[in-house]
């Protein structure tokens, strides 16, 4: 960080006006930087900037075939591609009123688990944890607590294998189909993963012990909540969209209830609710408002902390929320892959036919919403991928300036810790939020 | 020591001089490859390096000029500075291999080769100074194949 004393007009009564930089937040997905500004001891301005350069998927796939659309949209993000795929696929299935395979959907399940695994795994162990003790990055970690890190790094491994089998390979994974998969795996296949499944299931449960006894700051910063929730099911591709104050809606009809803005200095849209608010989804949302529907090691584990109305309320515990969320992934997918009966019908047959493919899915970072119209050849004519990060910003710039007023007279280097753990605490992945851009070209004639 | 030398062949060949270690892979000779464990990694990740070596890691680097070979024990490679505008959904190679040494509780042993690239953009095609530099780099991992069997022996 490099703060300075602004060039506010001398003399007495003058109000000084102090900017702190962050150039490039580390340890978060994707290239962004941080403003703040400060006036007379009040946050005028927090400004969470991402500068990495606009993609424009939703650009790249207008004129394709949804299988195609599967292929590309996977592309936005090496850590969370299934989540792109799964919202997807459910749009364009609902638009074509394909009836999949019930073992096609759980294994989608568990392939959404296995994507779960690996990214938590990720930012709980590499990115998050080394800010809470205090270490530079998990370099340190490793060198202070060696298990610690073998740990996450096994659960990443895990994570990884179940796409890797399910997906084909474990970053970009090319299975995925309208109509179900590509091909299933062998009952073989399954049960070669039953050995370390049964292991992520311990590690996992240990990471929500060691969690939620890491030092954490205090902070009461309530947000509105977003996540899907299903009548059975803990979220992940299917269920209705819920707020925290009553919203209930289709997951088809996100725009019915949020829009995106352009906002100046971020090549990325921040999503709002319709009156302007901002609002919170994740893995702190899910355990919120999808809480009963955890798989009951993960509750357990929950209740064990104590911690489940601090979640709610403060956003350095995110990182217990995902933790308990490693445990609902590793358990579930546990208990899939022991159950497991191969498809009758990998991919299930379906015809194109024009009108709107709108879904969404719980990515590892929360809510995201998919929305493409198919024209008369069965193309996408247009496109909307709404991810979970351009979601949280709005509320990650609130946070940041309620927190703002109480670390600035600490150290700097103090100061730009406590500023950047939080906002790692929302595992913001900024190269899935800059192919939003609207591109106007102007001409002269 | 603990194993056969490990060769970790880093890179995407679709993005242009990053290709430049797998193309230089197609001119080592058969006998360079014996008894050596390789390993194709679009990124290191760091479970690559938690068992056996000593590795050889091969990759395209930033910096020199295009076409200029680097040679460097790994140590001093994890010495380096992390740039911090490299992949954000992978960690750099220096610190992947701080964070293997931590976790193996002792330094890694072997070297890197690496080649100067001029562009990392799409397609498979090298640029004319990393073309002309395969030769080179082919055996330079030759040769840092050689020196780290020879030390395992």
Same mark, same amino acid.
């Given at each position: 960080m490099h703060g300075g004393e602004g060039r506010g007009a001398a003399g007495a009564g003058a109000t000084i006006e102090r900017r702190f930089d962050v150039g490039q937040l580390t340890r978060v997905e994707g290239e962004g930087s941080l403003r703040l500004r400060v006036r007379g001891g009040v946050v005028v301005e927090a400004r969470l900037a991402i500068f990495e350069a606009p993609r424009y998927f939703e650009r790249l796939v207008v004129g394709r075939r949804p299988d195609d659309?599967?292929?590309i949209v996977a592309r936005i993000c090496g850590i969370c591609p299934v989540a792109y795929q799964m919202s997807a696929v459910h749009a364009f299935e609902a638009l074509y009123r394909v009836d999949v395979d019930p073992a096609v959907r759980t294994l989608r399940r568990l392939l959404y688990c296995g994507e779960w695994i690996e990214s938590h795994a990720l930012h709980v162990y590499l990115l998050h944890a080394p800010?809470?003790?205090?270490?530079?990055?998990?370099?340190?970690?490793?060198?202070?607590?060696?298990?610690?890190?073998? !740990?996450?790094?096994?659960?990443?491994?895990?994570?990884?294998?179940?796409?890797?089998?399910?997906?084909?390979?474990?970053?970009?994974?090319?299975?995925?189909?309208?109509g179900g998969f590509s091909r299933a795996p062998r009952p073989r296949e399954m049960a070669a993963l039953r050995p370390a499944l049964e292991a992520?299931?311990?590690?996992?449960?240990?990471?929500?012990?060691?969690?939620?006894?890491?030092?954490?700051?205090?902070?009461?910063?309530?947000?509105?909540?977003?996540?899907?929730?299903?009548?059975?099911?803990?979220?992940?591709?299917?269920g209705r969209i819920v707020s925290s104050d009553g919203l209930d809606l289709p997951a088809t009809d996100w725009e019915a209830a949020f829009r995106e803005e352009q906002v100046e200095g971020t090549n990325a849209l921040h999503a709002r609710t319709l009156d302007g608010g901002a609002y919170l989804v994740g893995p702190a949302a899910r355990v919120t408002l999808a809480g009963d529907r955890l798989h009951p090691l993960a509750a357990e584990a929950l209740a064990a902390t104590g911690l489940a109305g601090e979640i709610r309320v403060n956003p350095y515990r995110s990182i217990v929320a995902r933790a308990v969320e490693l445990v609902h992934a590793a358990a579930e997918a546990r208990d899939i892959v022991a159950d497991y009966r191969a498809p009758e019908t990998a991919l299930a047959a379906w015809r194109a036919r024009p009108g709107t493919a709108a879904w969404a899915t719980e990515a590892p970072r929360g809510l995201l919403f998919h929305r493409y119209e198919i024209d008369e050849r069965g193309r996408v004519a247009e496109a909307r991928i709404v991810p979970p990060t351009s979601q949280n910003q709005a509320a990650i710039e609130e946070a940041l300036v309620t927190v703002a007023p109480g670390v600035l007279d600490l150290p700097e280097e103090t100061a730009q810790t406590r500023i950047e753990q939080l906002v790692r605490s929302y595992d913001p992945c900024i190269s899935c939020a800059t192919h939003f851009l609207e591109l106007t070209v102007e001409r002269e004639p | 020591?603990?194993?056969?030398?490990?060769?970790?062949?880093?890179?995407?060949?679709?993005?242009?001089?990053?290709?430049?270690?797998?193309?230089?892979? !197609?001119?080592?000779?058969?006998?360079?490859?014996?008894?050596?464990?390789?390993?194709?990694?679009p990124a290191l990740e760091v479970d690559?390096?938690?068992?056996?070596?000593?590795?050889?890691?091969?990759?395209?680097? !930033?910096?020199?000029?295009?076409?200029?070979?680097?040679?460097q024990p790994l140590g001093a490679v994890a010495a380096l500075p992390a740039d911090p505008s490299g992949s954000t959904h992978a960690l750099p190679l220096p610190a992947v291999l701080t964070l293997a040494a931590a976790l193996r509780r002792r330094p890694l042993e072997g070297r890197f080769v690496g080649v100067a690239g001029e562009r990392f953009g799409w397609g498979q095609d090298l640029s004319p100074a990393?073309?002309?530099?395969?030769?080179?780099?082919?055996?330079?991992?030759?040769?840092?194949?050689?020196?780290?069997?020879?030390r395992c022996a």
């Open positions: 659309v599967l292929d800010d809470f003790l205090g270490f530079e990055s998990v370099v340190a970690l490793a060198q202070a607590d060696r298990g610690a890190v073998e !740990r996450g790094l096994a659960l990443k491994k895990t994570g990884n294998a179940i796409v890797a089998l399910l997906g084909g390979r474990p970053i970009h994974p090319v299975s995925v189909r309208v992520a299931v311990e590690q996992a449960l240990e990471t929500v012990r060691w969690v939620a006894g890491l030092p954490t700051p205090d902070l009461r910063q309530v947000a509105r909540l977003v996540a899907l929730r299903h009548p059975d099911d803990y979220p992940m591709n299917e | 020591m603990s194993g056969p030398v490990r060769l970790l062949v880093l890179g995407e060949s679709q993005r242009g001089d990053d290709g430049a270690p797998a193309a230089a892979m !197609r001119l080592l000779r058969r006998s360079a490859l014996r008894g050596v464990d390789v390993r194709r990694c690559a390096l938690l068992d056996g070596g000593p590795f050889v890691i091969v990759d395209a680097v !930033r910096g020199p000029e295009p076409g200029t070979i680097v040679e990393v073309r002309a530099a395969l030769p080179v780099l082919a055996a330079s991992i030759d040769r840092a194949l050689a020196g780290e069997v020879e």
